[in-house]
């Protein structure tokens, strides 16, 4: 169909384990839209790196269908190739290239693309082009890989983490360009374990998890899906008797409340009443308040509430970035 760019239906992906198979990925459903920045967010080993190297072409899915841009890579991937743009976790180039040689080299990987000055120019590495990339600090090398992603002028184009390591102003170069290629109806699939990235540029967001997904929708649905408006984050002074998160659950206008690293977090209806609820009750139970903050709802929130964990809580292992990996099957 001409108005999604990705469709996947029961895709699975199994491994051969210690203890019998793993299924990395386990009957996940996905459609993404032509024109949109699309999130696909997970904890480590949810299975969303492996579903977007099967989206790649770096991968092979035990069984599913898989289409991108109506294509698919059993029948049609020289075509495919000619139409994406590929940002892996980690990339590796040669030390003694320049960059303007490397832009330059992968820009005849293609029929048709962009002049590779003029993409050096949308990352903020036009007077870097004559340098060699082992003179590139890890951000430059990071917009480096994006710039070869983008040389092809890619309908759809793949970024997995593709502003780690970036500093702000970068990071928001970044943001521009995907902004332009949603404005010229190009679709890109976001990874990032930026939470207010997501929430910024993407359109929709997938959480994945135990190699489905398991929440579908745009940031501010997903949002309004947890049920309260507010967050109230606190830490009380070390007791003896260990202190479960249920015992806040009953306060007024608290929708739910978990336990974090130091302390606590209640989601809320209503912050002016729960927070004097809250204090009432640590002054009853005779315990002293360390810190206290109420914020905005966010993404993060949601997420740790399906998923039980944060984001950014491990990192997942970057895929081998390796020029022979991503284009060994041209």
């Known amino acids: 169909m001409a108005d999604r760019a990705i469709y996947v239906h029961q895709l699975f992906k199994r491994y051969k384990g210690r203890n019998g198979p793993?299924?990395?990925?386990?009957?996940?459903?996905?459609?993404v839209e032509t024109g949109e920045c699309f999130g696909l967010l997970g904890p480590?080993?949810?299975?969303k790196t492996t579903t977007v190297e099967i989206l790649e072409g770096l991968n092979t899915p035990t069984s599913g269908e898989v289409e991108v841009l109506g294509r698919r890579w059993e029948t049609d991937e020289n075509e495919i190739r000619q139409r994406i743009g590929v940002t892996l976790q980690e990339?590796?180039?040669?030390?003694?290239?320049?960059?303007?040689?490397?832009v330059t080299l992968f820009r005849s990987f293609y029929h048709q693309g962009l002049n590779p000055e003029t993409v050096l120019e949308r990352v903020a590495l036009e007077s870097k082009s004559g340098a060699y990339v082992e003179s590139l600090s890890g951000g430059q090398q990071q917009r480096l890989a994006v710039a070869i992603a983008l040389v092809g002028d890619p309908e759809l184009l793949f970024l997995d983490e593709p502003t780690t390591g970036l500093d702000p102003q970068s990071r928001r170069q970044l943001w521009d360009v995907i902004?332009?290629?949603s404005g010229r109806g190009r679709t890109t699939l976001l990874t990032t374990h930026y939470m207010d990235e997501a929430e910024r540029l993407c359109n929709r967001v997938a959480i994945v998890?135990?190699?489905?997904?398991?929440a579908l929708g745009s940031p501010a649905d997903l949002i309004t899906?947890?049920?309260?408006?507010?967050?109230?984050e606190f830490a009380i002074q070390p007791t003896e008797s260990p202190i479960e998160a249920d015992e806040f659950a009953h306060l007024a206008t608290v929708i739910s409340a978990r336990a974090e690293a130091d302390g606590f977090a209640l989601t809320v209806g209503?912050?002016?009443?729960?927070?004097p609820a809250l204090l009432d009750h640590l002054a009853q139970t005779e315990r002293t308040l360390a810190r206290l903050t109420t914020r905005q709802?966010?993404?993060e929130d949601v997420f740790v509430s399906l998923t039980g964990r944060h984001l950014r809580e491990e990192d997942e292992s970057p895929s081998n970035g390796s020029i022979k990996k991503r284009w060994g099957k041209r």
Do not use: C, Y
């Open 91 to 102: 990339t590796r180039f040669p030390d003694k290239q320049t960059v303007r040689e490397m």
């Open 225 to 232: 899906r947890l049920g309260g408006e507010h967050i109230v």
């Open 22 to 31: 793993v299924d990395a990925v386990n009957g996940l459903d996905l459609e």
């Open 209 to 214: 998890d135990k190699g489905k997904v398991i």
């Open 270 to 275: 209503k912050p002016h009443q729960a927070i």
């Open 297 to 299: 709802v966010s993404l």
């Open 179 to 181: 902004r332009e290629l």
């Open 44 to 47: 480590n080993g949810a299975g």
